[in-house]
């Protein structure tokens, strides 16, 4: 999978292997070690500059798939997408060329303020209409279809109407778009809001799903007692999420699944061992079930 | 139901509005469940963590200056008042070092703000575009008497500072943690004459003369070279100059007078 096969001006798809979320520490280590690893995301965010940071990415681009994940667009704002954001995206996509392109259902951005977070959306009609729309621009902007992911929230609003998966499903089904099936995603908002988890992932539309994201999360006590799941992206993978993921790859055959660790980044040997356990995992299971779908 | 602008605005007001004030607790009513309030502090928490991390890492020489918590404390109030305007968070913090000349807790350190000024300098310099350099066989193609009537287009990772305190010193001082030099800095020397930029091997921070700083700084600043000439710059321009365009310190250069030469040329910059 590695290795230095792929040319930049090829089109590289992203394998239905184990790949790992390149983030700034690790720069360093995979520029001149070139470890093998499947493939790589990063946030699109972080390299909308140039220098240093932009000459690693496009190095890395030449020997690896690259899957490009943009955290900022804010798809769910009720107002205008930020032009100048899209433009910058499509501007990374048209040089890079990555396998895959994502974004999350969620907003940040009102009244021109980006508000540092992926909030919840209320799961309504007009939301839904929102976020198709935006969803259509984008992809018309980027002249490609884009994998929507499914976010980790903490609140619910009172006046939701539509189930989350459905609500996922439903801006599938219109826009075309694909679906970033983020299992720990999955586990923490069932764990907060008390869903089903399993439930959720069998009502996705699983020729749909394009890509799986892993990653670990927190246990924190609010100050009424109660313990909400936090999406931290801090620590390895839970039992629990390889547990849902087993699910996932019965379901959805093998997929590129996504290791993401943002705080408290570990070395890299920390994050080879946690795309092995994937890798094992996709073998065993969706080795045997790659048509289950 | 509120319509989803309506929602997003209250959100924005409960995340981000004065906890003092009452109605930016009113969109409280929207969450499901007994403890929305609770469940909301967890997204205050990320974004205000997120934005004052991100200052932290444009503005470590402020930070070790101050302290962590006085920083923490600084970045939290700036962030509540001037919430990012875009989702690049490499582009947020222009703001930063004013925020600091005037934040009362920090009058005492009188340099903060230019120290401030020269990390937000830095972190642009950092995270500008790639742009290509000027292409000099162009600029030849001019001819002397011609090339005088340019203006020319800076490089964006180019800035040019004068700041009354002598920050760069500073600056370097307090990342090497060199108490010695931190020490010998006489803060009465008066102003410095900054050149910030990005070359190969990063980030550099030059000190010019004052009359280098005034000429590049005009030029720089698309002024046309025969009208910068004519204000009166004294010194070794020609040096100068040259030294800018060997450098890539310009990108481009429109001349106005010479648009029949340029077009006859072929060239279509603008």
Redesign the interface.
Known sequence: MTGSTHSVNEHSPIPAAAGIGLRFPHHELVAQGRPQVAWFEVHA?NY???????QVLTSVRRDYPLSLHG????LG???EL?G??LR?IAELVRSLEPGLVSEHLS???????????L?P??M?E??LA?VCRHVDQTQAALQRHILIENPST???????TIPEWEFMSAVAQRTGCGILCDVNNIFVSASNHGWDGERYLNALPAAAVGEIHLAGHAL?T???G?T?R?DDHGSNVSAEVWALYVQALRRFGAKPTLIEWDTDIPAFEVLLDEAAQAATLMRAVAGNHACAA | ?????E???S??EQ??GDPTRADARGGE?????D??A???A??RN???A??VNALRLSFPAVQRLVGADFFEGAAHEFVRRN????????DYGADFAGFLAGYPPAAALAYLGDVARLEWAVNRA??????PRLDLARLAALGDSALSHVSFRAHP?LSLLRLEFPADAIWRAVLEQNDAAMAAIDLSSGPVHLLIE?NPA?VQVRCLSAAAWEFTARLSAGRPLSAVLADGSEGEVDAWLSEHLALGRFIDFSCTTLVATTVAAGETHS
């Open positions: 965010e909308f500059g140039g220098g240093a940071a932009r955290v900022g667009l804010s704002s009720a107002e930020d100048q954001h910058r907003w940040s951005v009102v009244g021109g303020r980006y508000l540092a977070d909030l959306l209320p309504t007009e939301a929102v903490y609140l619910q609003f009172r006046h939701s924190r609010l100050d009424n109660r909400i936090i | 139901m509120p319509a989803l602008l929602l997003q605005r959100l924005r995340l981000f009513a929207l969450l499901a469940g403890d929305g609770l469940r909301l967890i997204y990320t974004a205000f997120t934005l919430p990012p305007s875009s989702a690049y968070l490499n950092l995270h500008a575009s790639d742009v990772a990005r990063g």
